[in-house]
């Protein structure tokens, strides 16, 4: 069974400071993991995804997560915030190479940026 | 390309009443998934469909109903309308099936049940 815990609904952090949002997975299998961001009142959009390879990934907006197995972390991060990355944060898994599987979200994090 | 489009963005019901909600996706995307987000549940999947079949469904009940159609553009249906139903729903397209591919979502249809 998969699973996606975000830690910290919500994250408030100064412009020009590091953005850091933290996601941990369960998964039985090798995982797809997803970064995805949400504006208000608009759909989710993907920051950045891992599937195999390479296990920093850079993703838009100066975006970049890490791929870390033995934690099973995937935390998002950002080195300098600007006040346009204030929405909704949300990671997600799904197992590797399965034709039945479904994505899992996690409860979102919501990201506020001070002036 | 075009993006996802959902239609209508917002609505107005009554509790009982059944409503209808349509998802046209990105040209060539063959998978259709549909979630429902609401500020105390987060964002929970209902049903995926893919070449017109289901082929995954979250725990809803039976009102839920979806279909997709052969052009992919998909429609879900809700029957005997709940306060609890109010929520954004958004529908999601990929070129294949969601647990292997990057999902294009659209912008929402917000529901509003009084």
């Known amino acids: 069974a998969q699973s996606v815990t975000q830690l910290g609904s919500h994250v408030s952090v100064s412009e020009g400071a590091l953005v850091l949002l933290r996601c941990n997975y369960s998964?039985?299998?090798?995982?797809?993991l997803f970064w995805y961001v949400q504006y208000p009142n608009q759909g989710l959009q993907l920051l950045l995804k891992y599937t195999t390879g390479a296990t920093l990934v850079k993703g838009i907006n100066g975006f970049e997560a890490e791929f870390k197995k033995s934690e099973t972390s995937f935390h998002l991060t950002k080195p300098s915030a600007h006040m346009s990355d204030a929405a909704e944060y949300f990671c997600a898994v799904s197992p590797f190479y399965s034709s039945a599987s479904k994505i899992i979200f996690g409860s979102g994090t919501r990201l506020s940026i001070r002036p | 390309k075009a993006g996802v489009t959902q239609t209508p963005r917002y609505l107005i019901k009554t509790r009982g009443q059944q409503v209808t909600l349509s998802c046209s996706p990105i040209s060539g995307h063959r998978s259709v998934s549909w979630y429902q987000q609401t500020p105390g549940q987060g964002l929970q999947f209902l049903f995926e469909y893919f070449s017109e079949t289901q082929r995954n469904k979250g725990n809803f009940p039976g009102r839920f109903s979806g279909r997709q159609f052969s052009n992919s553009r998909s429609e879900m249906n809700v029957s005997t309308l709940e306060l609890g139903d109010s929520a954004l729903y958004l529908c999601?397209?990929?070129?294949?099936?969601?647990?292997?591919?990057?999902?294009?979502f659209g912008p929402g249809t917000r529901l509003t049940v009084l």
């Open positions: 999601a397209s990929s070129p294949a099936l969601q647990g292997t591919d990057t999902q294009y």
């Open positions: 998964s039985s299998v090798p995982p797809y």
